[in-house]
């Protein structure tokens, strides 16, 4: 099990907590203030002996986000894959995936709008991320329930994950699992306020049965017959 | 074993002469159907489509079974619908007309349950016996169907039997009753993989009247990978039909939006009599910038007195160019090429 916390930034998390994402209300942390941003990270994670997922960052012009553990050594940087259009001429995309394990399981961190590209996904999950946490800034005009659909949800429903989605509006926790009743699969409702902890567990044998179940009906022989619709 | 064969072969007997074509024939001309004229003027940004659940019931005759579809393909024309959708499984309905079917139904959905050895055995008796006529029986309908009223129809799935495999293939008819493209269904359901249907392997968008359209079953939505291909291969109307079970997830609205297409979506209904619970809401759905209540939905069926027993709705087929997501619409072919067909070897 993992005691999940979900706090705005650098606020103390709920005692108990193993790991904390950060809720960001701001787009991104400039590239010219990331190095003291990644140094409070450091020292937070320390001082409360969790595992930080931080807010997104921009560094060597990728947005991005870091994962830092308990003994505040950065144990990695995922750089974003896609690009907020308002971000193409000022950010480049990165072609890396880098998943991280953790005694919990392991965990992908999703930067920005990867969250709506299967792709980024699916190639996470067959990686064995069983956690996706995803940090993403939506404008206020654009948001709404269509965009947690079309991104956490359906991040957590298609391919058997639980995901954490924090953005500048809302924040929840989703669990994949097979249920015809989507209340079910917020573990953590969107209206919750902060600081906030949740026990999940990443191997609930209800959304490893979705997963196994979805694995196992994928074709790849059909996929590949097709590779260059599925790869433009 | 020669009790079962010879029982099946009865029936096989009682479909032949229950179903014929020329009873069909004799059924359909008592229905009086005149051409509808909503081919006559089609332009993309104006086209009406309509979806039509089916409840699993018994008929008492092959002629009830005629009634119910030509009641709705009747209803919907009257609404203008240019293009009808039907469930998956709904070639299976013929059947359903012989008296002693729902018992050689119940009898395969307890050998299921009970995750019998003898399962696909029984299935492949019934099915080297019944599949024939009942298929001859869903396609002459629906071919009469849309020619006479002039609709284009995807009529949903049957069984079929060729070269020794038993697909699960849909349908997909002209106006003038042709059948312009089939699909094998590709993602098949653990039951049917149970009773050894064969999953097919083709993905292909085709041009019908309204332009450029496509079938899926409901249970290949539940990967992105079919609606993207088709998607990439131009489709803007993809036609689906499903036989849903109670409790399973419906992905279909958000297909709808990761493909940037619309999706016409019919459901098989009921089956409490033979040991199933097919259920689902169907639907047109669209990206969700396209509808109202940026829901996804642009019509449904509902359960509200007076309403049809289908949905029917108007579609600007153009609005598909122009929905622009600055969130969703980045590329990274790049990322495809290095991780994601690799993905499904791990």
Redesign the interface.
Known sequence: MLSLGLTQPFQPPLEGTQMVVFSDIKNYTAEYEAPRYIKKCINYAKEYNVYLVTGRFVATNFLCMAFIGPDGQVIGVQRA??????Y?TALK???D?DLYDTPFGRIFLCVD?DI?????L??AV???AKLIISSQY?EFV?Y????I??GA??AA??YGATVVNVNNNSRCILAGK???RREEQFLLPLGTDLPVMLSIDLDDPAIMA?RS??EQ???????????????? | MAKNDFSLGFLQYLMTSKISISKISKSMDRLHIDPCKNLEFVSPNNVKVAVCPLEIQNYSSIGDYLSQLEQLVRAAAGGGAQLICFPEYSGVLPAFALPSFEKTALKLAELIRAGDSGLKEEFRSMADNLIAPVLDAFLYSMEQLSGRFAIPIMAGSALVMEDDKIYNRFYFFSSSGEIVSTYDK???S?VEKMLGIE?G???EAFDCELGRAAMLAG?DL?????V??LS??GTSLLCTGWAKP??????S??RA??GNLFILKSHLLGGSRIGTDFNGVSSVLAP?PITRE???VMARVTEEEGAPPFALVRLDLEKQGEVFN????????????????S????
Do not use: W
């Open positions: 894959t896609h690009l907020n259009l308002t193409q995309r990165s072609t995936l709008v709506y590209h299967p792709e980024v699916r190639s067959m990686r064995g939506i654009d709404g329930m269509h965009t659909l079309q949800y359906n429903m298609s097979e249920t015809a979705r179940k979805l009906g994928c074709r790849p022989d059909v996929y590949r017959a097709y590779a260059a619709e599925l790869e433009r | 590709i993602h098949l653990s999953p392997k083709k993905l249970n539940q990967y992105f990978e079919p993207k291909i990439r291969q109670a409790g399973e997830t419906d992905l609205m958000i939006a990761e969700f940026k829901d996804g600055i969130y969703t619409y980045d590329t990274n072919t790049e990322f495809y090429k290095e991780y994601l067909l993905s499904y070897e791990k």
